[in-house]
């Protein structure tokens, strides 16, 4: 059994920041990967970053390669998502997820078998 609780959404301004923080609680001892999706009103839910275990490995979407980065905290069950440059098309309610799955692509939903409330992401013009 895994919990998992997102933090640090709120409402910026286009070309501000923001930093979302993801704690793991619970049987996480076995966890592979960690990631972040977003899913905006009337769309599917998307891939957006994720980050081994051991922090060695890190995957982004393209849309945000190069404005967002994936870190593991000094706590490690605790995950970021610093987000810079954002833009309009970023709003969404982002979610964290961990999969114990010992996984390739880290992209795919289906993989994660654990996931948070999410919290949301609202980037204006």
């Known amino acids: 059994q895994v919990q998992l609780v997102e933090s640090g959404g709120g409402l910026v301004q286009a070309g501000g920041s923001l930093r979302l923080s993801c704690e793991a609680s619970?049987?996480?001892?076995?966890?592979?990967?960690m990631g972040w999706f977003r899913q905006a009103p009337g769309k599917e839910r998307e891939f957006v970053a994720a980050?081994?275990?051991?922090?060695?490995?890190?995957s982004y979407a393209d849309s945000v390669k190069g404005r967002f980065t994936i870190s593991r905290g000094n706590v490690k069950n605790t995950i970021y998502l610093q987000m810079n440059s954002l833009k309009p098309e970023d709003t969404a309610v982002y979610y964290c997820?961990?999969?114990?799955?010992?996984?390739?692509?880290?992209?795919?939903?289906?993989?994660?078998?654990?996931w948070g409330q999410g919290t949301q992401v609202t980037v204006s013009s």
């Open positions: 980050i081994s275990w051991s922090g060695y490995s890190t």
């Open positions: 997820a961990l999969t114990m799955n010992h996984i390739r692509d880290y992209a795919r939903v289906d993989d994660y078998g654990y």
């Open positions: 619970g049987r996480t001892l076995s966890g592979y990967a």
